[in-house]
């Protein structure tokens, strides 16, 4: 299939597959839309319609309560108990019945109205025919009678056939039940604000008001007004609501007479009855659908106006590629004569697209293959003279090489006497090596040495400084105690001052011995016996003066001693603090100065070993050198028998090359004929 019918079958396949996704991706998604928007304002409607109701059934509500308590009808049933049958009372019930007839016409919703006594008897109402009617039996008339506001289910009324709600307050007086008042209301007039109801302006949506007894209140089909739910789902779901059972949803879909329906269930609270609204799904889709069938009748159109344009897209393509692929087989031929002599590709030559960029990229193909052939055929006459002149200079390569072999020959001759004399000098060079070997490792003896010296007097130093630490810690402890016992010998002082005081004592005690034996002798016989005593006072007297003489005298050689210890301890603190003390001093000053000595034999044992060491190295150099110069010279030597060698075998390369020089000349013809075959 040519590629003119390939373009727009491609591109109408294209929008087909476009047009099929996109309608199924649109339908879907709007479909789903429009689903979640029906949903959403069924839920609105029905919570808005439900405020609706409440306050129309508190609005009724309201009204009985407001009538329950006008006078007129708590007077008539203040006479219905006193004055039961008098023309009072009558005259009261016509008013009354007036009063609820005008009421009711008034609403414009209502049956009638109408007041009950307590026992369950109509005793006034805007229907004149139901008064004294006893509707005991009802259901609303207990309630009422109980005191309750009450609102009946829905009935079916006996006088209009129609569907009526009651409406009951109870009348009360001092805390006592006297009956009620009530209304019908029409169950219709509940539904006027949503009689018309529409989901999403969609046909087949309605709305549905069910009774707490599951009675129909208001419904598009009047003939099922007052009637039960006849769907079971709807039924099922309503009770559950109506009994305050927790449900996944308030959303039911079900099947109604062949369509698929969606319903929303609310409770409308006060009342415990259902609202309901109600839409068929196939109407809620259905703008779903138009919009697709909009969407794939677009597409159509475009698929054929885009298949028209492929045809006429794939016109221009294939036109100007049916032209190059002509100008490509003349090339193809090796024809390289210029084709646009008429002018007739000047258009693809304009053209800015990729055709263009082809041709010219042809174009200058071309150009290039004429330009390369004439370049071959100039080459081709270059590379036949080049041939010529190789073939002459090979015989000339022929003589030169004759030359230089015999040259090589006598180079070779000096490279061995070289050879000869690079071997002497390398085995001087070991000879040198060795001796300065010998050196280098005395040098590193007197090094070892060196250190040894270098670390005794740094033992010698630390043992002087640990001398003289001792020496020092010495004299403070020696000169610490003489202190102390200098201190102590002042005590001596002391006791030559007691003896003092002794022996001014016994110079007293001899006075009073004195003065003692003076008074017995005037005593006479009384006082012999105290002139003994006296006597031995005095005589004890003499005795201590006698011995605290020699005390003192004691005292006086020790402080004698005391003084000349003091002056010996001096002296020997002295010498320990300016002799001892500066030899241990000078003898850390010498071991330190030892040290430094020692460093300085070991650095310059340390630098002689270095030298030693570059001494070797440099010789070691110069005998490596030296050998690897023998090596170089045998090496260059054979190199130069190579060179013999290969002068004769470049001799016969050369006469290869002469014959390959006349292959040539003949390759020259054969390009030469290959040439030709292209028409410039």
């Known amino acids: 299939m040519s590629i003119k019918r390939k373009v727009p079958l491609l591109i109408g396949m294209l929008i087909l597959i476009t047009m099929i996704v996109s309608s199924i991706v649109v339908y879907h998604q709007t479909s789903t839309k429009l689903y979640d928007v029906s949903r959403a304002e069924m839920k609105s409607l029905t919570s808005s319609y439900i405020i609706t109701l409440n306050h129309m059934i508190d609005k009724e509500k309201v009204k009985m309560d407001g009538m329950s308590n006008k ?48 026992s369950g008897t109509i005793i006034a109402d805007s229907d004149s025919n139901l008064i004294n009617k006893n509707i005991s039996d009802r259901a609303y008339n207990t309630k009422a009678l109980k005191g309750q506001d009450t609102i009946s289910e829905t009935m079916t009324s006996k006088s209009t056939a129609q569907q009526i709600i009651i409406f009951a307050s109870p009348i009360k007086m001092q805390g006592k039940i006297y009956g009620y008042t009530a209304s019908a209301v029409f169950a219709k007039s509940f539904s006027e604000s949503f009689k018309n109801i529409t989901i999403s302006n969609t046909k087949g949506s309605y709305a549905c008001l069910v009774d707490e007894s599951g009675n129909i209140v208001f419904y598009p089909d009047v003939s099922k007004i007052g009637k039960p739910l006849q769907n079971d789902s709807l039924k099922s779901l309503s009770k559950q609501i109506q009994n305050r059972k927790t449900i996944d949803s308030n959303y039911i879909s079900y099947k109604y007479q062949g369509k698929q329906k969606l319903s929303y269930l609310n409770l409308v609270p006060n009342v415990n009855w259902i609202f309901m609204v109600t839409a068929d799904k196939s109407a809620i889709l259905s703008g779903a659908r138009k919009v697709t069938i909009m969407i794939i009748i677009i597409m159509i159109i475009v698929a054929v106006i885009a298949i028209f344009a492929g045809i006429l897209l794939s016109k221009k393509i294939i036109d100007p590629i049916q032209d190059i692929t002509d100008i490509v087989n003349s090339t193809a031929k090796l024809n390289l004569n210029n084709l646009n002599k008429n002018n007739q590709y ?65 180079i070779s001759a000096g490279i061995e006497e070289n050879s000869a004399a690079a071997q002497e000098i390398s085995s001087s060079s070991s000879e040198m090596s060795s001796a300065v070997n010998d050196m280098a490792n005395k040098t590193e003896k007197g090094s070892g040495v060196s250190e040894d010296i270098a670390e005794r007097a740094e033992e010698f130093k630390k043992s002087s400084n640990q001398s003289q630490d001792n020496a020092n810690n010495i004299y403070r402890s020696v000169k610490a105690q003489l202190e102390t016992a200098i201190e102590d010998s002042k005590a001596v002082s002391k006791i030559n001052e007691l003896t003092e005081s002794i022996i001014d004592i016994t110079k007293q005690t001899d006075l009073l011995a004195l003065n003692a034996s003076i008074e017995a002798a005037r005593a006479g016989e009384a006082g012999k016996g105290f002139t003994v005593v006296a006597d031995e006072v005095k005589k004890l007297a003499q005795e201590s003066g006698k011995t605290a003489n020699n005390i003192k005298n004691i005292v006086n050689l020790v402080e004698s001693a005391v003084g000349k210890l003091v002056h010996s301890s001096n002296n020997a603190l002295d010498f320990l603090e300016t002799a001892i003390s500066k030899d241990y001093v000078k003898m850390a000053e010498i071991a330190d100065q030892y040290n430094k000595d020692s460093l300085t034999i070991n650095n310059f044992m340390m630098d002689f070993s270095a030298v030693s060491e570059e001494l070797n190295a440099s010789i070691e150099g110069i005998a490596k050198s030296t050998t690897e110069m023998a090596q170089t010279i045998t090496e260059s030597a054979g190199g130069m028998q190579n060179i013999s060698q290969k002068t004769n075998s470049i001799s016969e390369k050369i006469d290869n090359i002469n014959s390959s020089a006349i292959d040539n000349k003949k390759s020259v013809d054969s390009l030469h004929e290959v040439i030709n075959k292209f028409h410039l």
């Open 71 to 118: 006078k007129s009808v708590i007077d008539l049933l203040q006479l219905r108990s006193g004055s039961y049958g008098s023309p009072e009372y009558k005259n009261a019930v016509k008013q009354s019945s007036a009063e609820l007839s005008n009421y009711v016409k008034q609403q414009g919703n209502l049956e009638h109205a109408f007041i009950v006594d307590k």
């Open 346 to 410: 000047d258009y693809l030559e304009k053209s800015k697209d990729e055709i263009g960029i082809i041709y010219k990229a042809i174009v200058s193909m071309r150009s290039t293959l004429r330009n390369s052939v004439g370049q071959l055929l100039s080459i081709s006459d270059k590379v036949n003279k080049n041939a010529i002149f190789l073939e002459n200079l090979t015989e000339e390569l022929k003589t030169y090489i004759s030359d230089t072999s015999s040259e090589a020959e006598n």
